[in-house]
Nanobody
Framework: VQLQASGGGLVQPGGSLRLSCAASGNIFSFGTAGWYRQAPGEQRELVAAISASENTNYADSVKGRFTISRDNARKTVFLQMNSLKPEDTAVYYC??????????WGQGTLVTVSS
């Protein structure tokens, strides 16, 4: 499965961005989709994930500000990011996991929160 992420950019503190990640193939709906991020000098961390049954979980740092969703017909996972903070600055990666296949990663999209 190949993943193509988009939607990053420069935004002021308090602003919003929506990331999208489109998958190839026909098995997207069976996988757990997630967004990770990696800031300079930091380890990659899970931001949010959504299972095939649409159960979601979030990092404590983004709860109440970010929302993950999926559109299986479009084979796309979204991350709506509101009330952005400078500490949200990172490269954001989408991820797709299946129990019977190696996981897939998107190419990363840079989000910069700065005034």
């Amino acid at each position: 499965v190949q993943l193509q992420a988009s939607g990053g950019g420069l935004v002021q503190p308090g602003g919003s961005l929506r990331l999208s990640c489109a998958a190839s193939g026909n098995i997207f709906s069976f996988g757990t989709a997630g967004w990770y991020r990696q800031a300079p000098g930091e380890q990659r961390e899970l931001v949010a994930a959504i299972s095939a049954s649409e159960n979601t979980n979030y990092a404590d740092s983004v709860k109440g500000r970010f929302t993950i969703s999926r559109d299986n017909a479009r084979k796309t996972v979204f991350l709506q990011m509101n009330s952005l903070k400078p500490e949200d600055t990172a490269v954001y990666y989408c991820n797709l996991k299946f129990t019977w296949l190696p996981e897939s990663w998107g190419q990363g999209t840079l989000v910069t929160v700065s005034s």
